[in-house]
């Protein structure tokens, strides 16, 4: 089953607002990453964020760990044209079992 | 560097055909792993690889076989193609879990 799950499922916002998604995961963690994937390619890294940390930021990206909920949260701020595609979160878990699991994705559109 | 590199970009095969989808990386990576996207269920974990030598099984092992002889190189065996196997692979590549993974461009996989 998949440790971690994306919401909303799909978000469409005017170019230039501020993108909210989210990730919820099931088991402890070691670290989340997220990532973007364009239609038909790979996944880019976006940004890690440890679980001592609570809060990181890259550019226009903030993402946000809360691990007493389980979940994560990407803000994409001044959104723009190019930012759309999907958006996943991945964890590992803190069991040792040096897996990397992904969630289902977040399908963001940025209308111009 | 190339990064990551995956062969074929696309193959279709017919059921219960066997084949093989490359992987290689030039960044002395050691961790390596393959991973199936199929629309709505997100990524996920087939085989992985900590290091030359050894490998394990992800989420959806059922099916492909790995081996790593290489640092360089990590080949997913398709023994007897399905049609349940029709889906798009990503292999990917990192220093470790919690670093960077880098995707390769993926294989587009049809089994008649």
């Known amino acids: 089953s998949q440790q971690g799950e994306e919401d909303p499922q799909a978000l469409s916002i005017q170019e230039g607002e501020n993108a909210t998604m989210n990730c919820s995961y099931k088991t402890s963690i070691n670290n989340l990453q997220w990532y973007r994937q364009n239609s038909g390619r790979g996944l880019v890294h976006l940004i890690l964020?440890?679980?001592?940390?609570r809060e990181k930021h890259s550019g226009r990206l903030r993402v946000t760990l809360d691990t007493s909920k389980k979940s994560s949260s990407l803000l994409i701020t001044a959104s723009r044209a190019a930012d759309t595609a999907s958006y996943f979160c991945?964890?590992?878990?803190?069991?040792?079992?040096?897996?990397?699991?992904f969630g289902t994705g977040t399908r963001l559109t940025i209308i111009p | 560097n190339a990064g990551v590199t995956q062969t074929p970009k696309f193959q279709v095969l017919k059921t219960g055909q066997s084949m093989t989808l490359q992987c290689a990386q030039d960044m002395n990576h050691e961790y390596m792993s393959w991973y199936r996207q199929d629309p709505g269920m997100g990524l996920r974990l087939i085989h992985y690889?900590?290091?030359?030598?050894?490998?394990d099984q992800g989420e959806v092992p059922n099916g492909y076989n790995v081996s790593r002889s290489t640092t360089e190189d990590f080949p997913l065996r398709l023994l007897s193609a399905a049609p349940s196997q029709t889906s798009v692979y990503f292999c990917?590549?990192?220093?470790?879990?919690?670093?960077?993974?880098?995707f390769g461009p993926g294989t587009r996989l049809l089994v008649l």
């Open positions: 964020i440890r679980s001592n940390e």
């Open positions: 990917a590549s990192s220093k470790g879990l919690e670093e960077t993974q880098y």
């Open positions: 690889s900590v290091g030359a030598g050894i490998t």
């Open positions: 991945a964890t590992d878990s803190n069991f040792g079992n040096e897996k990397l699991t």
